[in-house]
Structure formats: C-alpha cells, structure tokens
C-alpha cells in the first residue's frame, strides 16, 4: 500500500502544468514603473551658516525719576504699552505743593519786574528832559536788572518744580511690552528704584557668532533666512543689520546681528534659531528634486536612458527648497528616477509614468 501510495503522488507530479512567476524573473526580464524628473541647471545661493538666539531690538529697566510712595501700578507682565504711557503713579501732593508755591513767586518776581520796568521808562523820559539826574536813572535800571534777575532765578524753580511733579508719574520711553514689573503698590522708592524692565520685540533681532573665516563675507543689508525650531522649524525672512568689528573673548567668534519683522509676535526673546545669510549666488549648478536620492555612503541616483536604469554615485551640494544641488554624477537634460528608485538596482528595466497614471498600465518609453 505504501509503494502504490508514492507512485501516484509521482504521476501527480509529473501531470502538474508548468508555471512561472513574476518574482522568479531575473533583474534583465523584470520592469519597474518609476516617476523621472529632468536635472535642470539653476542658480544655488551660497549661504553662511550660523545658530543664534533671538533677542529684542530695544530692551530697557524703566526706572523712577522721583520720589514718593507708589500709588498704582497699571501694567502688568507681557502688557504692550505705548511710547509715554503712564504705566505707574507715585504719590505726588508735596511735589505738586512746591510747583504752586514756584508758580506763585514767579507772579511776585514778574510783578516787582513789572514795577522796575515801569520805573525805567519813566526816568528815560525825565532825563530827556532834564528833570533827573543820571545817577537816579542808573538806580533805576539797576533795580529793573535786579527783578529782571529774581524773575528769571524764579521761573527756573517753576521748570524744576514741574519736571518735580512730572516724575510722579512712570512712563514707557518707547513702544513695546512689559518683561518685568519691579514695582508694588505702597513701596516707598526714590529716584534711580527700578520699576519695569520694557522690551521692544518688533523688529526683533537674532544675534548670532560667526567665525573668522565668513566674517569677510557677511556685510549689512545681505538677505537672511531664520529657522525656528520651537515654531515647527517655521522660516521668517530678514537682513543683517550690524556686523561686529571684532571677535568674542570666549568664543572668538564675531557678533553678527539679523534684523526682522515680528507684527504677529511669534518670535520671543532667548529662542534659538538658525541663520543662513546668503552671501552669494552660482550659476550653471545642476539641480534635481531630494527625492531622487538613494541614501548611502556615497548616495546615489539612478538616470533612466533608453528604458533602463544607470546607477551613478552622486556628489551633492546645496539642499533648499525641495531641489539638491549635484556636484558630480548627473548632467542637466538627464532623467532621474524619483518615485521607485528604491526598487531599482544597475541595469534595471523601467516603464516611465506620471503621477495619476497606472503604473502597470504604461509601456517603457
């Protein structure tokens, strides 16, 4: 029973119909379908590269001018002020006391001045007609310059009165928003206490070191991209403003200074950001979109000609925008395949279609 069971089982085997698989085919029978884009020659910029961190354009300690106790503190942290805003108020009847004692005697000294002056007239006009002496005119021109004098020392002490009164009250020196209140309601302060400390965050500044060797490249008004990580790498566009003369102590680097617009405030003081100035541009470089690379030691890319697929090892430059820069390996005008070129090996036949097409239903082109 056993030797009849293994002689059907082999007249089975012979009977079966001959089959054969895709996968069985070897690399020179099998065709991968595969998007190509064509190697563009284009401009690439030339970048100095840099990290830094973002600081604010202005930033200031607001402190108090006068004296007295705090009677209010109407701003609080992260508030934006206005330039002259009156963000706090000091208690200021003794100084408002003085201004109108200040104010009075200057109506007593314009007053005595009114009198000498009238005094000086009328004895310019009794010399003329000899009815005075010159010794009593020149008393008289005397006294005019002596309540001339009081007049003027006395409305000295009214602007310093009201500058007095003035300085009860803090304000903002310019626009911008409240980083630190220093202040409570009640203190008793005097002139030169720390109040608020006020940064002005539009424009905002990133401050970066660069070395030695791209310091000659860099100079103001030089186009910048800024990259913040925090923000989702999200890119803002601005330019340098200032360039340092000389290199850091620690670092011996030079500090570089990117100015850009923050309206919708997104930008903060103390993110890190990374900068690339554009110090150049080049001409004639051979461009291909990043999804043409085969990652690798050296990469690769693989130019479809004819209907197959050249393995050639790559040397890449820039990387912006969707697009790499190619050194060495692939011309402009040549073909790279994009999407299926991690099925592809050297050799490889293709079948080329666009994006929305079927790519079983193409034939090689």
């Given at each position: 029973m056993r030797w009849l069971l293994l002689l059907l089982l082999l007249l089975a085997a012979c009977e079966a119909p001959e089959t054969t698989s895709t996968?069985?085919?070897?690399?020179?029978?099998?065709?991968?379908?595969?998007?190509?884009?064509t190697a563009r020659s284009g401009v690439v910029a030339d970048p100095v590269l840099a990290t830094g961190t973002i600081a604010p354009s202005r930033a200031v300690v607001v402190s108090s001018e006068g004296s007295g106790r705090v009677l209010d503190v109407s701003v609080s942290l992260g508030e934006t002020v206005k330039a002259g805003q009156v963000i706090a108020r000091?208690?200021?009847?003794?100084?408002?006391?003085?201004?109108?004692?200040?104010?009075?005697?200057?109506?007593?000294?314009?007053a005595v001045q009114a009198l000498a002056q009238a005094g000086v007239d009328r004895s310019d006009r009794l010399i003329e007609q000899g009815a005075t002496t010159p010794s009593e005119h020149f008393a008289s021109t005397q006294d005019l310059a002596a309540s001339t004098a009081q007049s003027d020392g006395a409305r000295a002490a009214v602007t310093l009165a009201e500058r007095a009164a003035a300085d009860t009250r803090i304000r903002a020196p310019y626009g911008g928003q409240v980083a630190q209140v220093l202040l409570e309601e009640g203190a008793l302060i005097g002139p030169g206490t720390p109040a608020f400390r006020l940064v002005d965050l539009d424009p905002i500044t990133v401050e970066v070191g660069v070395p030695a060797r791209d310091i000659a490249l860099?100079?103001?008004?030089?186009a910048a991209s800024v990259r913040v990580t925090s923000l989702l790498s999200q890119t803002f566009s601005g330019e340098v403003s200032h360039v340092g003369p000389e290199a850091s102590g620690s670092s011996r680097t030079y500090p570089l200074e990117i100015s850009l617009a923050n309206a919708e405030g997104l930008l903060r003081s103390g993110m890190v950001a990374r900068v690339e100035v554009v110090v150049g541009e080049r001409e004639g470089a051979v461009l291909v979109p990043e999804s043409a690379i085969v990652a690798g030691r050296p990469?690769?890319?693989?130019?479809?000609?004819?209907?197959?697929?050249?393995?050639?090892?790559?040397?890449?430059?820039?990387?912006?925008e969707g697009s790499v820069e190619v050194k060495a390996g692939v011309a402009a005008g040549e073909q790279v395949a994009t999407l299926g070129r991690q099925h592809l090996s050297d050799g490889t036949k293709v079948s080329i279609y666009t994006l929305g097409d079927d790519p079983d239903s193409t034939a090689t082109r």
């Open positions: 996968e069985d085919a070897t690399p020179e029978e099998r065709v991968v379908p595969v998007a190509v884009e000091l208690d200021g009847q003794v100084q408002q006391a003085q201004l109108e004692q200040a104010r009075a005697a200057l109506r007593s000294a314009e860099v100079k103001p008004g030089q990469p690769v890319m693989y130019v479809v000609l004819d209907g197959v697929a050249h393995k050639r090892e790559v040397t890449l430059g820039r990387i912006a």
